[in-house]
Structure formats: C-alpha cells, structure tokens
C-alpha cells in the first residue's frame, strides 16, 4: 500500500513534518511512504533573497512529484505552508495541473490528508488546510484530519500545533522554530491514521 507526502517547503518546517508523517505511515504493517516536493517556482536569485537557498539545497534529494504519480497511491498527504490563510502558490500551481485526473476520476475514493505551517500562532493553520479540503472534494478523495485522540492538541502547557483538521507547526516570524516535539508526535498519528484507514478502503 502507497502513501505519497507531497509537499512545498521553503525553509525546511515543512520537510520535517514531513518525515515525521512518513514514520508514522511507516508504522502501518504494509504501508509504504514516499516523500515528494513539488516544484519550485521561484528564481535561485529570488530564494537567495530570501534566505531560503541554503534550505532548498538540503531538500534536493527529495524527488519532484508528478502527478501521474498521484494516481498510482492508495494515499496523498499533502502539506503546504500557509500564504495568507491559504496555500502556497507552488501548490496551488500543481494541483492547477491535475485536470486531467479529475477528468478520469483517477483519485476518486483515495485517502486525501493535509498538514500546515505558518509564522504564528494563528496564521491560518487551519483556514489552509480547510480551504485545500475543497480541491480533495472536488477530486472525490476521502478527507482524513488529525482526531482528538491524539492527545497532544489539546495540550496547554505550550503553544503549539495542531488541530483535528490536520498536524501543522508554527516557525516563527523568521523561520527559527523547528517543528516540536509535540508537533512531530502529531504529524506521525496523522501518517498513522491515514495509512491505517487507507488499508481499511483498499481491502
């Protein structure tokens, strides 16, 4: 059974969560996890600027997803930064480029997942990946979240991430906060549960 993580990351936070989902996948006797990127669209110039280059650079030897390759997964989970309470544009632009799925109902009953970053506490974690929801629905996947059984998001003994809509991580203002522990704990129940359900429906 084939779980895909397609992912967008610019400085890392969302390649860790990432892996973290991709153990929890792992977990699931018979899952397999595949970690992809989608493709960057920003200039080399324009990441320097930004002081993403260096962190792109150790993201490398993950490969480009295609989205063929979608259709061959029993699972996707799909994490993206948030962009103004949405997803980012890298994202946008390779959903943009699944039409022809849609049009052979090729990801028609797979497991569809969805894990976040943001700068702050209340960046639009969860209006990201509520309105990435709407692009699952329209290609009739299952929609799978982050269930209150895992404890951990109802913790208040720090800020962190995490809803029933899906694990996130908050970075900071200027990306110096790395996924914690916690929020890694939430991201491998995410990967967990998505695998285990997508086992249920291949049967």
């Not at 002081?51 to 989205?67: F, I, R, S």
């Not at 969805?114 to 506490?121: A, C």
């Amino acid at each position: 059974m084939k779980v895909l993580i397609v992912y967008y990351s610019m400085y890392g936070h969302i390649h860790r969560m990432a892996e973290a989902l991709a153990e929890g996948v792992r977990e699931v006797p018979g899952a397999e996890a595949f970690l992809r990127r989608v493709p960057e669209t920003l200039s080399e110039e324009i990441l320097k600027k930004m002081g993403a280059l260096e962190a792109q650079k150790a993201m490398a030897h993950v490969p480009l997803c295609t989205v063929d390759e979608l259709a061959g997964a029993d699972a996707v989970i799909f994490g993206s930064p948030t962009r103004f309470g949405n997803m980012c544009g890298q994202m946008r632009q390779f959903l943009d480029a699944t039409g022809g799925l849609w049009a052979k109902s090729a990801l028609v009953g797979k497991v569809g997942s969805v894990f976040t970053s943001s700068g702050t506490q209340h960046g639009g974690q969860e209006s990201t990946i509520l309105t990435f929801h709407v692009t699952l629905l329209h290609q009739g996947m299952v929609i799978v979240g982050l269930p209150y059984s895992f404890a951990g998001q109802s913790r208040i003994d720090e800020i962190t991430g995490g809803s029933p809509y899906g694990a996130s991580t908050i970075a900071g203002g200027k990306g110096e906060r790395m996924p914690s522990e916690n929020e890694l704990a939430g991201a491998r129940y995410q990967g967990r549960h998505v695998a285990t359900i997508a086992k249920k429906l291949s049967g």
